[in-house]
């Protein structure tokens, strides 16, 4: 099995920066790639970012393409988010997750049913 705890969750003024942290534990050679997702109130969850590990071949959804970059730490076994010019359209819960599988498109990228381990949640508040 694997656990992932996410950290760096917090409020933020509109054009701030603000870093997530997602530390993956037990069965971690089972893990292919890591993503992140959010979800705001009353709206579906969406994908964010992903990461290969092995590679590092990243992806990003065109929302935050540009001001968030996704990166991971072998060594320690966790995966990043640093968020930048932070919009209040970002405000949500932002979720990382772990895919035991590889797939080739993006829709396989971005759908939440590939992913197999799931962090607790980190809120995120982007104020005007």
């Known amino acids: 099995q694997v656990q992932l705890v996410e950290s760096g969750g917090g409020l933020v003024q509109a054009g701030g920066s603000l870093r997530l942290s997602c530390a993956a534990s037990g069965r971690t050679f089972s893990i292919y790639a890591m993503g992140w997702f959010r979800q705001a109130p009353g709206k579906e969850r969406e994908f964010v970012a992903r990461i290969s590990w092995s590679d590092g071949y990243t992806h990003y959804a065109d929302s935050v393409k540009g001001r968030f970059t996704i990166s991971r730490d072998n060594a320690k076994n966790t995966v990043y988010l640093q968020m930048n010019s932070l919009k209040p359209e970002d405000t949500a819960v932002y979720y990382c997750?772990?895919?035991?599988?590889?797939?080739?498109?993006?829709?396989?990228?971005?759908?939440?049913?590939?992913?197999?381990?799931w962090g607790q949640g980190a809120q995120v508040t982007v104020s005007s």
């Open positions: 997750a772990a895919d035991r599988d590889r797939c080739f498109s993006y829709k396989c990228y971005e759908a939440p049913n590939n992913y197999d381990y």
